[in-house]
Nanobody
Framework: QVQLVESGGGLVQAGGSLRLSCAAS????????MGWYRQASGRQRDLVAT???????NYADSVKGRFTISRDNAKNTVYLQMNSLKPEDTGAYYC?????????WGQGTQVTVSS
C-alpha cells in the first residue's frame, strides 16, 4: 500500500503562483508514475501532469508553459509549481501514484483562483 499526503493549496489571485507537494509513504519502491489531477465542482477529474520515475513528464495542454511537475525520488515527493494561475485552474487537486498493479490517490487539496 501507498499513502499520499498533499499540501500547498489555498486561495490566490489570478496571475499568482502556488506550489503543491505530495509526500508518499508505504510501499514507495513500487511507485512508477506520479502525477496531479484536478476536479472542478460538478466536473470529472482531469489530468494535469504526470512524471515517471525517470523524469519523463506529460502535461495537459491547458497548463503547458505555466505548470511544472517535478519529483524527488529520495524524498518520495512530487511537486507541482503553478504559475500564472487563472480562475479556470480552480478545483481540488489530487496526487496520484501508480505501480504495476495499483493506482493510489491522496485526499486532495483545494486551489481557488480569484479573478
Amino acid at each position: 500500500q501507498v499513502q499520499l499526503v498533499e499540501s500547498g493549496g489555498g486561495l490566490v489571485q489570478a496571475g499568482g503562483s502556488l506550489r503543491l507537494s505530495c509526500a508518499a509513504s508505504g510501499s514507495v519502491v513500487s511507485i512508477l508514475t506520479m502525477g496531479w489531477y484536478r476536479q472542478a465542482s460538478g466536473r470529472q477529474r482531469d489530468l494535469v501532469a504526470t512524471i515517471t520515475r525517470g523524469g519523463n513528464t506529460n502535461y495537459a495542454d491547458s497548463v503547458k508553459g505555466r505548470f511544472t511537475i517535478s519529483r524527488d525520488n529520495a524524498k518520495n515527493t512530487v511537486y507541482l509549481q503553478m504559475n500564472s494561475l487563472k480562475p479556470e485552474d480552480t478545483g481540488a487537486y489530487y496526487c496520484s501514484a501508480s505501480s504495476f498493479l495499483n493506482d493510489y490517490w491522496g485526499q486532495g487539496t483545494q486551489v481557488t483562483v480569484s479573478s
